[in-house]
């Protein structure tokens, strides 16, 4: 079974930054896409970035500039660094994992905090 474990959050200055990172474990097929979606307190969870295996990235808009996604396919890892933090980019971040080819999973992690507070 697939799991995801998320790792970085914590507590940061507005303009500092944070990185985090998720590695899957339980692999035992390519996945697809990896991504990052954070959820505040009483807000949908919204998407962030994502990252195709062979390296294609999309943001969201919020997060252009100044977040950057990255993945080690070897390690069934992928970061996200996130630069020039905002109090609004506050939130639990997940990490998610995708497969679209049989067998297809859909995984995501149990999240990790990220506060922005002077």
């Known amino acids: 079974q697939v799991q995801l474990v998320e790792s970085g959050g914590g507590l940061v200055q507005p303009g500092g930054s944070l990185r985090l990172s998720c590695t899957a474990s339980g692999i035992r097929f390519s996945i697809d896409a990896m991504g990052w979606y954070r959820q505040a307190p009483g807000m949908q969870r919204e998407f962030v970035a994502s990252?195709?295996?062979?390296?294609?990235?999309t943001y969201g808009d919020s997060v252009k500039d100044r977040f950057t996604i990255s993945r080690d396919n070897a390690n069934n890892a992928v970061y996200l660094q996130m630069n020039s933090l905002k109090p609004d980019d506050a939130a639990v971040y997940y990490c998610?994992?995708?497969?679209?080819?049989?067998?297809?999973?859909?995984?995501w992690g149990q999240g990790t905090q990220v506060t922005v507070s002077s």
């Open positions: 990252i195709a295996r062979r390296g294609t990235t």
């Open positions: 998610r994992a995708e497969r679209f080819s049989v067998p297809k999973f859909d995984v």
